[in-house]
């Protein structure tokens, strides 16, 4: 019984992995557990939701927590940053390096120990650009 509950949990992160992995747009719980849903017809969106949160918390895949817009999700656990649509919301990953230098410069100036940072651009995406200016 234990073991067929583990099962169908473990074939649960799988499917929300795998199609996590298919999506760029760094999607909620609430887009992830529709595209999910067409696999697992009877998950829940609380099921997807907590699914969520243990693969982050095994490192499997990374917790946005952008201000903002809702909690989102990303398959790339690697450090990078995101940039933000002001107007949409949509969200892509933003193409620099990070910045570690200014955590070492950081170091040196306070007491505190340094476990990172977070930084989110802001901007409009291109759809929203253009109907600023077309009003
Ligand atoms: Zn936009
Ligand atoms: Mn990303």
Redesign the pocket.
Known sequence: MLQEKNHRITKQRQVILEELRKLNTHPSADEIYKVVRRHLPRISLGTVYRNLEVLSELGKIQKLELSGSLKRFDWNTKKHYHIR??????VDDAPIAPLNQLENDLYKATVFEIIGHNLEFIG??????KKNSHN
């Open positions: 649509c002001v107007r949409c919301n949509r409009l995406c291109p759809e929203c650009s």
